[in-house]
Each structure stands twice: as structure tokens, then as C-alpha cells.
């Protein structure tokens, strides 16, 4: 994808220097903006150096992180998982049917929900061949509409327990202990997708599936598994989700999930091209947009406009991975 | 598509021909077959879902929604998407209610005008800038939804309704204007699909777009206008929804999007593109219509089962388009 632009260009030089100023801001710009974003709140935005607003917005962000990480498996493939949102309301509303059985089996049971619903949409992926949008997209509608009618459509407020206390509002120090199983897992994503062979063919399968099929690499297998640890992922977000509510509620948990986990890949710097993942980068892009809805709520600035920059940020995000390919 | 040259008459490959026909035909036509089928199954269990009544009801509620497919539609045959329209049909409702003091021509054009422009800018990212139109489409969805929002952070009331909310409330003949309206945008949609330059163009770039550059088919140009078209439907829907609501509401159209790409693929509109019609996606509206019309007779069913039933048909249409697809080879 990078690699045609050398010979051509080294002729002149300032056209280089151009060109390796947009590539540097390319490869960059998630960590420039969230620096510029952070050090424009600490001057402007009340209360914003207060480390109980740092560590809100890590709750807030620790779902979205294990979605951003399911959501770049499915884009590094070339696909795209639609569904995690609603898989996520689906889990919740799972904690509510199963909390007769207990707290623990019913954490246990959402998350296993959240990998049927993955491996549900894997299957129509791998073995159905159907384009991955269309089958998040059915999977969006019907997951939310079976959560609601699960839980009949309303709010479940969850018992205070130990677990949900530990997830709801447990901190090691400034972090939020959500934040941290994310991180490890994003950790663990992360050395799936360099070490291991699974890793390798998930980017081989994005970067040409006509030569990854060709080379003997199992694509439907793997596909079907990247679909899988995308619902397995969102699963333990909606419980991550709920028990920060305090509650089991279809409407609310993981509405627009599925966009600020497609905007974090793309602004974090995984094309939706396929055929590169970058997991730090999309940790910092949820970051980024956390703090972006962050300095407006704490403006007391309507919500909206965050929703208005964010769409301009996939924009030019998108833009500049264009402008480098 | 059926490029084998038919010199050879064996019986075999007559007999091929045929089911290669007969596949074709279940595939463009088998959502207004299966429409018949549901109505009439509906129509044995319930017995006032045939009366006249009830299926005006269903397709001047689905109008505002047939309305959007007709762009959706235009725009996935050119092997696109676009994701916008939901929330253009709520900032349509809103400019509407805006533009309503300066009368109805205004409340009417001005959604269409604004839909039209954002479907160029769309259409310019998308074509010009090479960006996916999947996402170009859904940042679309997230910014429109944000400036509705902004514009009318509550319902907007058109104070003032006069003759703006006859438009989508009145009837001619006995049939609600919104019916004719949407009969009518389907014959000039089916017009301008299969008997104008532009529409061949539409099935040329959805069918190949290399190929139909290099048949000189203004590539950029025609994705530039068809995203535009989609804008300008959407707005119009928009418009007819605030003349029957007699409102603005920035939260209108939720989830048309979505619905909109469901009713055009049960329509036999073929994502991969090139491949699709108007009748089709006329009756896959009306077909989502219809079960959320049966949910809602059914009565001890919660409404959220409509969302469960629609993801479900959407998943079978397209289960079964992919199962139709590689038999009929292509």
C-alpha cells in the first residue's frame, strides 16, 4: 500500500519534505491531536485537571477500547463488525434475564451471548459469504430489538454486588480496573497480531484474500474467529457498560458504540482498506474522541457539537490515510 | 452477464437456459411474490388487514421511507451506499419547519435543496476524493444528526400550518396524497432507470466501473449527481414528514438507513451492484410495512419485535440473494 511512492519522488526535494510532513502528521496525528485537545482543556476547560474527570472518562472508555480492539481485527480483514453496539444491549439485557442464577453467572452468561452472537456473525461471514456490512447491519437491527424484548423494552436497575461494584466503580489508583483488563487485553491483541500465525493471517486475509487464499491460508477460518472475538469482546463491553450504569438497559448501552469504534480505527490509523491494524493508535483514537466528548459536556456545551467535529475528524482522518496510499 | 452464445440448442443446455431464467426472475421479482404471500396469509389470520383501509394506511406510512429507497436503490445499483439519508430526513423536517413561515413552497424546497447540496458534497468525497462511501456516508450520518440536533434541540411546531400540512395529510380520489406522491416517484424512478442514458450509466458503473470509463461513461459525474439524487429524496422525504407532523424533530428518521438498505436488498437489489430495479425495492417497503403492521395486530407482541423480524428478513433476503447469485453465476 506504501510502498510505491519512493523513486518517484526523491527527485525533488521539496516536494519530499511536503510529503513526509503529511506522512509524519498521517502516522501521527492521533497522538498530536489528543495532546493539542488535552493541553487546550487544561487551560480552558474547569475542572478538567481534576483527576476524578480523568478517571470518569477512563470508565467511559474502557467499552469502547474492547470494541475499537474487535472492530480493528474485522477492519484489518477488509470487513466491518456493525453489530457490536447492539451485541453490546444484548449482553446487558442478558446480565438482567440471568441474574436469578446469580451475579457471577450472569456476567458469564452475557459475555457467552456476546461470542454466540460473534459466532453468529461469523458463521453468515465465513460460511454464508455475505458481505459483512449487510450481516452487522441485520445483526444491529435484530440484536437491539431482541434485547429489548428481552428485558420488555425498560431499564433493570442490577443489585449492588461485589462484582458490579469492582466494575462499576473499582480503581487501582487513578485507574479504573476496566481500563485495565481493556489494556491487557488490547495488550494481548496485540501480541496475537504480531507473534502469532492467527495474527499474520488476519492481516494477510485484508491485504488480498485472492492471495491469501491462494497461499493456503484458512480465510474463512479465520475470519469466522475474528467475528467471534469481536462479539466475545463486545459482550464483556456491555457488561463492562452495564455495571458502570448500575443497570441492564437495551436503549442505552452501546447506541452509536459501532461508530466511535469505527471512527477510533480509522483516526488511530487503521485504514479501512485492510491489511494493517494498529492497536495503540486505536486505543489513543477512543481516548481522543472520550476527550473530545469530554471538553464539550464539561463546556456545558450542547453534546451535539462533539458529534458534529467527530464526523469531521473520520473525515479528515480518512483523508489523510487517502492522501498517503 | 449470460455471455454463452446459444449456436448450441442440445436440450441440456435449453434446459440450463431456462433455470438460469427462472433463478433471474425469483431473484428481481421474488420480493413481490413473497409480498402477495404475506398479505394473503395475513389477510386469512386477520381478517381487517385486506380491508382497503388498512393497506392505505401501510403504504402512505411506508412513503416516507419508499421515498428514501428509491435514492438508496439508485445508489447501490451504482455499488454504493449511503447512510445519510436517515439523518437528512430528520434536519429535512427541520429546515421544513423553518422555512415554514415563508410559506409552503418554501417549507417544501428548501429540504430538497439542502438534501440535494449535502448529496453533492457526498457525492464529491466519494467520487472526486475516492473516499469509501461507506464511511464518508457515515460520518454524514453523525454530522447531519449533530446540526439537527443543534438547529432543534426540541420539536419545532409549525405554527402556522396553512395549506403545508394538507400536502401529506389530504386525499385525492379517496387515496392519501402521500401514496400518489410515492406512486408517482417510483414511475419517474422507474423511467429514469430504464430508459434514460443516466440510469444505463448507473447499471455500467455498478456492473464494472473500469469498463464503463473506457466507455466513456462520465464515471464522476454520474456518482456526483446519484448521491445528490439520494440527498434531494431524502430531503423530500423529510419535507412530507414535517407537513404530516406538522413539526420538526431532529430525532426523525432514525434508523432509515438502515431500513432503507434492508427494504432495497429484499427488493433484489444486489449489494455487489449493477444489478436491481424499482419495483422491487417498492415491495420490499411495503413488505417491512407490512410486518410491522402484523406485529401490531398481533398485539401481545412488544413493538421491539419489529426490529428483531426486520434484521431477521433482512438476513434471509440476503441469504438467499447469495445463494441465488452463485447459482445463476455470476
Not at chain 1, 485537545?37 to 475542572?47: A, E, Q
Not at chain 1, 452475557?110 to 465465513?126: D, Q, R, Y
Not at chain 1, 441485520?138 to 424484548?149: D, E, I, S
Not at chain 1, 447506541?255 to 477510533?264: K, R, Y
Request: positive net charge; aromatic residues 6%; proline residues 3%.
Amino acid at each position: 500500500m506504501s510502498l510505491s511512492n519512493t523513486p518517484a519522488h526523491a527527485a525533488s526535494g521539496h516536494h519530499l519534505s511536503g510529503r513526509a510532513a503529511l506522512g509524519w502528521a498521517r502516522e501521527n496525528s492521533v497522538y498530536v491531536a489528543l495532546a493539542v485537545l488535552v493541553i487546550f482543556n487544561l487551560l480552558v476547560t474547569p475542572g478538567f485537571s481534576n483527576p476524578l474527570a480523568a478517571r470518569s472518562l477512563l470508565f467511559e472508555a474502557a467499552p469502547v477500547v474492547l470494541i475499537a480492539l474487535g472492530q480493528n481485527l474485522a477492519i484489518a480483514t477488509r470487513g466491518i463488525d456493525l453489530s457490536v453496539g447492539s451485541v453490546m444491549a444484548l449482553a446487558s439485557a442478558s446480565i438482567a434475564v440471568f441474574l436469578p442464577y446469580g451475579v457471577g453467572t450472569a456476567i458469564v452468561a452475557a459475555i457467552v451471548i456476546g461470542l454466540l452472537a460473534g459466532i453468529f456473525n461469523g458463521g453468515l461471514v465465513s460460511l454464508l459469504k455475505i458481505d459483512p456490512l449487510i450481516s452487522g447491519l441485520a445483526l444491529l437491527v435484530a440484536a437491539r430489538g431482541l434485547a429489548q424484548a428481552l428485558v420488555g423494552g425498560s431499564r433493570v436497575n442490577l443489585p449492588s454486588s461485589d462484582a458490579f461494584d469492582l466494575l462499576g466503580v473499582g480503581a487501582l489508583g487513578p485507574v479504573p480496573i476496566v481500563m485495565l483488563i481493556s489494556l491487557a487485553l488490547a495488550l494481548v491483541i496485540a501480541l496475537i497480531v504480531r507473534r502469532t500465525t492467527f495474527g499474520r493471517y488476519t492481516i494477510l486475509v485484508g491485504a488480498s484474500r485472492g492471495a491469501a487464499f491462494l497461499a493456503g491460508i484458512p480465510v474463512r477460518r479465520t475470519l469466522f474467529m475474528v467475528y467471534a472475538a469481536s462479539g466475545l469482546l463486545a459482550g464483556l463491553a456491555g457488561v463492562f457498560a452495564s455495571a458502570r450504569l448500575g443497570a441492564a438497559d437495551p436503549n442505552y448501552v452501546g447506541v452509536n458504540f459501532e461508530l466511535d469504534s469505527i471512527a477510533a480505527s480509522v483516526i488511530g490509523g487503521t485504514p479501512l482498506s485492510g491489511g494493517r491494524i494498529s492497536i495503540v493508535g486505536t486505543v489513543f483514537g477512543v481516548l481522543l474522541l472520550e476527550v473530545l466528548d469530554a471538553s464539550f459536556i464539561m463546556n456545558n456545551i450542547s453534546f451535539t457539537y462533539a458529534q458534529i467535529l467527530k464526523a469531521i475528524f473520520i473525515v479528515v482522518a480518512l483523508y489523510l490515510q487517502r492522501a498517503g496510499a | 452477464m449470460t455471455a454463452t452464445t446459444s449456436t448450441d440448442t442440445t436440450p441440456l443446455r435449453q434446459h440450463k437456459e431456462r433455470r438460469l431464467r427462472i433463478v433471474s426472475v425469483i431473484q428481481s421479482r421474488g420480493a413481490i411474490g413473497i409480498l402477495i404471500l404475506v398479505g394473503l396469509v395475513a389477510g386469512l389470520i386477520f381478517p381487517d388487514f385486506l380491508h382497503a383501509a388498512n393497506l392505505a394506511d401501510i403504504v402512505s406510512a411506508g412513503s416516507f421511507l419508499g421515498l428514501i429507497v428509491i435514492g438508496q436503490s439508485l445508489v447501490i445499483i451504482m455499488g454504493g451506499f449511503d447512510l445519510s439519508v436517515g439523518s437528512l430526513v430528520g434536519l429535512g423536517t427541520v429546515i421544513s419547519a423553518y422555512a415554514a413561515p415563508y410559506g409552503w413552497v418554501a417549507a417544501m424546497l428548501a429540504p430538497v435543496v439542502a438534501g440535494l447540496l449535502i448529496g453533492f458534497v457526498n457525492g464529491v468525497l466519494i467520487a472526486r476524493a475516492r473516499m469509501a462511501p461507506f464511511i464518508v456516508t457515515l460520518a454524514a450520518l453523525l454530522g447531519l444528526k449533530g446540526v439537527a440536533l443543534v438547529l432543534a434541540s426540541q420539536d419545532l411546531l409549525i405554527a402556522n400550518p396553512g395549506f403545508f400540512t394538507i400536502i401529506a395529510n389530504g386525499s385525492i380520489f379517496g387515496l392519501n396524497n402521500l401514496i400518489w406522491i410515492l406512486v408517482a416517484a417510483y414511475i419517474v424512478g422507474a423511467i429514469v432507470l430504464n430508459c434514460t442514458a443516466y440510469g444505463a450509466a448507473i447499471f455500467a458503473i455498478g456492473g464494472n466501473e473500469e469498463a464503463a470509463r473506457m466507455l466513456g461513461v462520465r464515471v464522476e459525474r454520474i456518482k456526483i449527481i446519484t448521491y445528490g439524487v439520494s440527498g434531494a429524496l431524502a430531503g423530500l422525504a423529510g419535507a412530507l414528514l414535517a407537513s404530516h407532523l406538522d413539526s420538526g424533530l431532529a430525532a426523525a428518521g432514525t434508523g432509515y438507513e438502515l431500513q432503507s438498505i434492508a427494504a432495497a436488498v429484499i427488493g433484489g437489489v444486489l449489494l455487489t451492484g449493477g444489478v436491481g430495479t424499482m419495483a422491487g425495492p417498492l415491495a420490499g417497503v411495503i413488505l417491512l410495512g407490512m410486518i410491522e403492521n402484523i406485529i401490531n395486530q398481533i398485539g401481545t407482541l412488544s413493538p421491539y419485535y419489529q426490529n428483531l423480524a426486520s434484521g431477521a428478513f433482512l438476513l434471509v433476503a440476503v441469504i438467499a440473494q447469495t445463494v441465488l447469485t452463485s447459482r445463476r453465476g455470476l
